[in-house]
Nanobody, 117 residues
Framework: QVQLVESGGGLVQHGGSLGLSCAASGSILGIYAMGWYRQAPGKQRELVALITTGGSTNYANSVKDRSTISLSRDNAKKTVYLEMNSLKPEDTAVYYC?????????WGKGTLVTVSS
């Protein structure tokens, strides 16, 4: 069984920074893509960013124009990291880790990020 354990998040001030990490554990042969989605109150879950084993990244349009977002991955540790700066109140959401492991899609339980105005 595969588990995704998220850490980080919490309350952040407008203009502040956020760091999230997600570690995969369990019976794993190979992880293709790992990344983050988010779901704001009353809205659908949306992609934030994904990264493949080879390091290719895909960012959502809502964050792509930010020069202060960074997604990275440590394949040996089976961990993905998300760093976001210059946070805005509209970034408030539950952030979910996502990973495609051995052909199957897994989700973390989510971690709440609240950006105060």
């Amino acid at each position: 069984q595969v588990q995704l354990v998220e850490s980080g998040g919490g309350l952040v001030q407008h203009g502040g920074s956020l760091g999230l990490s997600c570690a995969a554990s369990g019976s794993i042969l190979g992880i293709y893509a790992m990344g983050w989605y988010r779901q704001a109150p009353g809205k659908q879950r949306e992609l934030v960013a994904l990264i493949t084993t080879g390091g290719s990244t895909n960012y959502a349009n809502s964050v792509k124009d930010r020069s202060t977002i960074s997604l990275s991955r440590d394949n040996a540790k089976k961990t993905v990291y998300l760093e976001m700066n210059s946070l805005k109140p509209e970034d408030t959401a539950v952030y979910y880790c996502n990973a495609r492991v051995d052909g199957m899609l897994y989700w973390g339980k989510g971690t709440l990020v609240t950006v105060s105005s």
